[in-house]
């Protein structure tokens, strides 16, 4: 069709109509590509996903999610019931949370609990979405990180017992001469407890007559110069908690963490009693 304008110009209204119409067409293959693209990536991701909707119920999921489970996470099921029902292991007060999530009353939260029966520990991720009611659920098997975890805890504590049966004292400090670690023994020496010392200068439990020499010989080591006390055993002067000066045998060793950082540790052993004999 053509229309003619007052100042007698002519248009034709099929050539724009053609035009809007491939521009449209053409958003839409787009859209649905990226969409696609979008549920290739979701579907190939090994953790189970879940899409609630604005009433709590599935309406949708990844391939690992729709694969494996029983038919009361189904779509089309109550989520928020099945859970309350008790046949996903988190606890019944989830139900409310997710809800809230849902309808926006909350911010998105996550929740770690094991499998019954199994040695499996799963991380739930809950995450609103942005323009309508309704969530994202993740579900992550952290099974590997959790026993780790557990190793790492079990190891801590090992050394921890070892360490505060060793009947010397030992004394971990930083590059600074700050106090990291004060064991036990090293308590009963010096008559501190850990806490009163622990991110102190090492230097509280010297004679102040060495404190700035101490100073001195860790600045120019840690500067690359020759290590005078790392590594060697000799005798030393300790003061206690009560201002009594003392004599003890002082061994330093360095060693590195996992990320680089140098530390130093000193065994000391309260010599008194065999200066006494001599």
Known sequence: ???TSDSGEIS?????????????????????KSETLTASVIDAMPSSITLLDAN?????????????????YH?????????????????GSG????????AGRTKNFSVEYHLPNTRTVMKTLVHGLRDSA?????????????LAEDALRATNRRIDSILS??????????????????????????GYSEAEVVGKNVKMLMPERYQSTHDE??????????????????????????GTEFPLDLAISEFFLEDGTRQFIGTVRDVTQRHAVE
């Open 1 to 3: 069709a053509t229309v």
């Open 12 to 32: 034709d209204l099929r050539v724009v109509s053609l035009v809007n119409v491939a521009r449209r067409v053409a958003n839409e293959r787009a859209l649905r």
């Open 56 to 72: 709590g119920c599935i309406s949708g999921g990844n391939h690992a999610w729709l694969t494996n489970q029983p038919p009361a």
């Open 75 to 91: 779509v089309g099921s109550d989520y928020l019931s099945a859970i309350k029902a008790g046949t996903l292991p988190i606890d």
């Open 95 to 102: 139900a409310e949370r997710i809800a809230d999530v849902i």
């Open 134 to 146: 309704g969530a994202v659920i993740v579900h992550l098997d952290v099974s590997e990180r959790a």
């Open 165 to 190: 049966h060793v009947v010397d004292g030992l004394i971990t400090i930083d590059e600074t001469g700050v106090i990291q670690t004060f064991n036990p023994s090293a308590e009963h020496i010096f």
């Open 217 to 242: 010989s860790l600045g120019k080591y840690l500067a690359g110069g020759e290590a005078k006390v790392i590594g060697r055993g000799r005798e030393a002067f300790g003061v206690r908690k009560d």
